[in-house]
């Protein structure tokens, strides 16, 4: 079997900023929302049958309290935010499995997912959907992989050093050097991307890479000054590390087969009409399950 597990965030933030505004016919703003769910029905019919969603119900998590810069909700529009229930409420009337994070992000939710997931010898690929550079950490072999699923693209373990030029295991590392602007937070100056990956495809973690003195024998723009840079942001270095590490030890669930999609719930046909109700045109067609 194939498991499926989809960035949910992602989804509605997407689909919100490629859609067109719509309004049920209760005034709320459903657009993003549907979007979501004609996506899932698509995978729904071209035969997953092992999926769960995971959503940042709140979009703060313990990464707040360590760094203030950190991501949070400010920004994202209100009508945007809104939909974030109700899309969870609509997947779940969808029949499906939904992680909605709170202490946690939902990036740590997919993140365990996998990791348990991959531990059923049923399974045969754990496909991570999303094209989230932090997920690039739980990639293993061809086995669990990232499919961007806008872009018809699969990564697997090679594909990650081909991008990032570092195996998943120092992605966290790689990220935290580098810094992750949509996370919130700056990296070390001065330590891009190619020298980065030059850097640690040689030594793996930060903590293997000398302090002293510069001939680390990679092919690094200013080595001397990177390591500088290093010793005296040492702690931050850590500390980014620390934020872009994925959590894996939520219990989400027992089986894998608590992720089956059994079909859809009593209310989806009612909820369904709601969301289709002003539904015209070239908006797509009604939410039907398969």
Same mark, same amino acid.
């Given at each position: 079997?194939?498991?499926?597990?989809?960035?949910?965030? &992602?989804?509605?933030?997407?689909?919100?900023?490629?859609?067109?505004?719509?309004?049920?016919?209760?005034?709320?703003?459903?657009?993003?929302?549907? %979007?979501?769910?004609?996506?899932?029905?698509?995978?729904?019919?071209?035969?997953?049958?092992?999926?769960?969603?995971?959503?940042?119900?709140?979009?703060? +998590?313990?990464? #707040?309290?360590?760094?203030?810069?950190?991501?949070?909700?400010?920004?994202?529009?209100?009508?945007?935010?809104?939909?974030?229930?109700?899309?969870?409420?609509?997947?779940?009337?969808? =029949?499906?499995?939904?992680?909605?994070?709170?202490?946690?992000?939902? @990036?740590?939710?997919?993140?365990?997912?996998?990791?348990?997931?991959?531990?059923?010898?049923?399974?045969?690929?754990?496909?991570?959907?999303?094209?989230?550079?932090?997920?690039?950490?739980?990639?293993? =072999?061809?086995?669990?992989?990232?499919?961007?699923?806008?872009?018809?693209?699969?990564?697997?373990?090679?594909?990650?050093?081909?991008?990032?030029?570092?195996?998943?295991? +120092?992605?966290?590392?790689?990220?935290?050097?580098?810094? @992750?602007?949509?996370?919130?937070?700056? %990296?070390?100056?001065?330590?891009?991307?190619? +020298?980065?990956?030059?850097?640690?495809?040689? &030594?793996?973690?930060?903590?293997?890479?000398?302090?002293? =003195?510069? #001939?680390? %024998?990679?092919?690094?723009? #200013?080595?001397?000054?990177?390591?500088?840079?290093?010793?005296?942001? &040492? @702690? #931050?270095?850590?500390?980014?590390?620390?934020?872009?590490?994925?959590?894996?030890?939520?219990?989400?669930?027992?089986?894998?087969?608590?992720?089956?999609?059994?079909?859809?719930?009593?209310?989806?046909? +009612?909820?369904?009409?709601?969301?289709?109700?002003?539904?015209?045109?070239?908006?797509?067609?009604?939410?039907?399950?398969?």
């Amino acid at each position: 079997m194939q498991v499926y597990l989809i960035d949910g965030t &992602y989804e509605l933030f997407r689909h919100y900023h490629a859609l067109p505004k719509l309004q049920d016919s209760q005034g709320r703003e459903v657009a993003a929302v549907r %979007g979501v769910l004609t996506s899932m029905l698509a995978l729904l019919r071209d035969g997953a049958t092992h999926i769960a969603v995971a959503t940042d119900h709140v979009i703060e +998590s313990f990464r #707040n309290d360590l760094w203030p810069g950190y991501k949070n909700g400010d920004g994202v529009p209100a009508d945007l935010m809104a939909q974030f229930p109700l899309l969870e409420e609509a997947l779940r009337a969808l =029949g499906l499995v939904v992680w909605a994070m709170e202490e946690f992000e939902a @990036d740590d939710a997919l993140a365990a997912g996998a990791a348990l997931a991959a531990r059923d010898p049923d399974v045969e690929k754990v496909l991570i959907c999303t094209p989230d550079k932090d997920l690039a950490q739980c990639v293993v =072999g061809d086995r669990v992989v990232q499919f961007d699923r806008r872009k018809r693209e699969e990564r697997d373990e090679a594909g990650v050093v081909a991008k990032f030029g570092v195996p998943p295991a +120092s992605i966290p590392d790689y990220l935290a050097l580098v810094g @992750d602007t949509a996370d919130g937070y700056p %990296g070390l100056q001065g330590w891009g991307a190619k +020298s980065t990956a030059a850097v640690l495809a040689k &030594y793996g973690h930060i903590e293997a890479i000398p302090l002293e =003195g510069s #001939n680390w %024998g990679v092919r690094a723009t #200013n080595p001397a000054a990177l390591a500088e840079t290093l010793r005296k942001g &040492y @702690d #931050n270095a850590l500390l980014f590390r620390t934020l872009a590490t994925l959590r894996t030890d939520t219990p989400l669930f027992k089986s894998v087969e608590e992720l089956r999609w059994q079909g859809p719930t009593e209310v989806f046909t +009612s909820l369904a009409a709601v969301l289709d109700a002003n539904v015209k045109g070239s908006r797509g067609g009604r939410l039907s399950p398969p």
